[in-house]
T-cell receptor, first 108, second 114 residues
Framework: AQRVTQPEKLLSVFKGAPVELKCNYS??????LFWYVQYSRQRLQLLLR??SRESIKGFTADLNKGETSFHLKKPFAQEEDSAMYYC??????????FGKGTRLHILP | ETGVTQSPTHLIKTRGQQVTLRCSSQ?????VSWYQQALGQGPQFIFQ???????GRGNFPPRFSGLQFPNYSSELNVNALELDDSALYLC?????????????FGPGTRLTVT
C-alpha cells in the first residue's frame, strides 16, 4: 500500500528551538518525496523535494530509505514558521499522496 | 504569469443535487489534478487530466467526473451529492514534460452538503 504517515497532528516549539516534523512512508520502489506548507489564509505550496537536496527557509529533509522516513528539520524555529505542513510522495504514475498534516505552532 | 484560480470560493448544496467546480490552470500548464480535503485531513487525489484526457484516478466513485478544456481549464462534477462530500476541493496545475514537475495549487472551493 502507498501511504504517508505524519504521527503528530500538532507540534508546539519555542522560538529558537530546533524543529523536527516526522514523516514515514510506505511504498515499494523509490518514491519522490515532498514537503508542502500552508500558511494561514494562503494556498498550499511546495516547500521542498528530496531530489533537489536544497534548503528552503532554513528547512531541510533527508530521505532515509532504511527507515522509510523523510523528516523535516530546522535548527532554529522562527515565528513565521507557524503553519500546516504536509508530507507527500509521488508514485510512479505521477500521482501525489499526502499525509494528514502536522500543525506547527511556534511559541514566542 | 497568472496563478491557479478556482470558482466559486464556497457553495452550499443539498444532498442529491449535482455540482460543478471550476479551475483555471496556470499559464503554460498542461496537466490538472483535483483533490478532496476533508476537515482535519490531507488532500486526497481524485483524478488527473493531461491534455484533455483522464490520466489516473484515485479511490473515488464514478459520480465524480471531470473535464479539461483545450485552454487547459478544468471542471470537477459531482452527481448525487452525499453529506460526506462536504470538503475543500483543490485543483493543482503543472507542466508535464521531461523530469520531475511541481504542482501549483489553487485556493480551493469549500463545498457544504446539507
Amino acid at each position: 500500500a502507498q501511504r504517508v504517515t505524519q504521527p503528530e497532528k500538532l507540534l508546539s516549539v519555542f522560538k529558537g528551538a530546533p524543529v523536527e516534523l516526522k514523516c514515514n512512508y510506505s511504498y515499494s520502489g523509490s518514491p519522490e518525496l515532498f514537503w508542502y506548507v500552508q500558511y494561514s489564509r494562503q494556498r498550499l505550496q511546495l516547500l521542498l523535494r528530496h531530489i533537489s537536496r536544497e534548503s528552503i527557509k532554513g528547512f531541510t529533509a533527508d530521505l532515509n530509505k532504511g527507515e522509510t522516513s523523510f523528516h523535516l528539520k530546522k535548527p532554529f524555529a522562527q515565528e513565521e514558521d507557524s503553519a500546516m505542513y504536509y508530507c507527500a510522495l509521488m508514485n510512479r504514475d505521477d500521482k501525489i499522496i499526502f499525509g494528514k498534516g502536522t500543525r506547527l505552532h511556534i511559541l514566542p | 504569469e497568472t496563478g491557479v484560480t478556482q470558482s466559486p470560493t464556497h457553495l452550499i448544496k443539498t444532498r442529491g443535487q449535482q455540482v460543478t467546480l471550476r479551475c483555471s490552470s496556470q499559464s503554460g500548464h498542461n496537466t490538472v489534478s483535483w483533490y478532496q480535503q476533508a476537515l482535519g485531513q490531507g488532500p486526497q487525489f481524485i483524478f488527473q487530466y493531461y491534455r484533455e484526457e483522464e490520466n489516473g484516478r484515485g479511490n473515488f466513485p464514478p459520480r465524480f467526473s471531470g473535464l479539461q478544456f483545450p485552454n487547459y481549464s478544468s471542471e470537477l462534477n459531482v452527481n448525487a451529492l452525499e453529506l460526506d462530500d462536504s470538503a475543500l476541493y483543490l485543483c493543482a496545475s503543472s507542466y508535464q514534460g521531461l523530469g520531475p514537475y511541481e504542482q501549483y495549487f489553487g485556493p480551493g472551493t469549500r463545498l457544504t452538503v446539507t
